[in-house]
């Protein structure tokens, strides 16, 4: 293999940034610790709430009942473990799992001041190299997550791994929206206003010039379901949410 090859299979992206691998999981930690403390605050102004729409039909999507095993990974400051919580009841457990101690610290203090103590457990973890044995979970959900993994398809056959056989995969993302007419508004925004909004809640417009860009490097609705269906499972389906700004991706494993 010359150099130059060798190099470009070492290159990922972060946003539009071409850098290497092994740099962009600090690159993006670096973004949530950041980030962290105004994350909820700021997830509300940027999608007007609508985050909390997606969210509530992820849940919905997921199946999971009282007594279920659920890792919510990347799961950040804990939205959707605080609904699971709720779903499994006290012969359940939730795994709220994230690579970043930041975003970890203010979610896990979010489900305590809502008196959620004794179905939910943090951990720490790379989605990428999951620490848990094979055949665990009834369900994995990765909301928000997928896009900043530097290697998605590694994630993916690390889920398919913990999940029990016919276990549930739910990705919810950004995906490509399906309005012609709206799409300069939609670039207008995210590219002009949105950092904008970033910069007067945490004076910090990197993290914000990232968070839309990664958005925009994320792969469309189609590829990335071939993508899981590539790392092994099956009956995967996509449902576009708000035009296709958003999208759940589901399926299960073999
Ligand atoms: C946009 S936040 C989403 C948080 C939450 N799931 C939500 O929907 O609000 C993305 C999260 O992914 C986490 N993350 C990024 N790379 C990760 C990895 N390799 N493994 C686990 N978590 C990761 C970040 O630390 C961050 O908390």
Redesign the pocket.
């Known amino acids: 293999m010359n150099m130059k090859n060798k190099s470009e299979k070492e290159m990922t992206h972060f946003g539009f940034q071409n850098v290497y691998k092994d740099k962009k999981?600090s690159l993006?930690?670096n973004?949530?610790h950041t980030v962290?403390s105004q994350?909820?605050l700021m997830?509300d102004l940027m999608s007007f709430g609508i985050?909390r729409m997606w969210?509530r039909f992820t849940i919905y999507r997921s199946e999971v009942y009282v007594g279920c095993i659920v890792l919510?990974?990347?799961?950040?400051?804990?939205?959707?473990s605080i609904q699971f919580s709720r779903l499994v009841g006290n012969t359940g457990i939730v795994v709220l799992?994230?690579?970043?101690d930041s975003?970890?610290h203010i979610g896990q203090k979010k489900l305590r001041d809502l008196g959620i103590l004794n179905n939910v457990i943090y951990i720490q973890?790379?989605?990428?190299a999951l620490p848990f044995s094979e055949n665990t979970f009834d369900c994995v959900a990765?909301?928000?997550?997928l896009r900043?993994?530097?290697n998605k398809e590694q994630?993916l056959f690390s889920i398919h791994r913990v999940l029990k056989p016919r276990g549930k995969l739910l990705i919810?993302d950004f995906g490509v929206p399906n309005f012609k007419v709206l799409h300069k508004i939609y670039d207008l925004y995210s590219f002009h206003i949105l950092p904008k909004i970033g910069k007067c809640i945490t004076q910090d417009i990197n993290s914000y010039r990232y968070?839309v860009e990664s958005i925009r490097m994320h792969p469309d609705q189609e590829t990335l379901k071939n993508m899981i269906i590539r790392t092994g499972f099956s009956n995967v389906e996509y449902f576009n949410m708000t035009f296709g700004i958003a999208v759940l991706h589901c399926a299960y494993k073999c």
């Open positions: 999981t993006v930690s973004v949530f962290a994350y909820d997830n985050h969210k919510d990974l990347a799961g950040g400051t804990g939205d959707l799992a994230d690579i970043n975003m970890l973890a790379d989605a990428e990765v909301s928000f997550g900043n993994f530097t994630a919810l968070l």
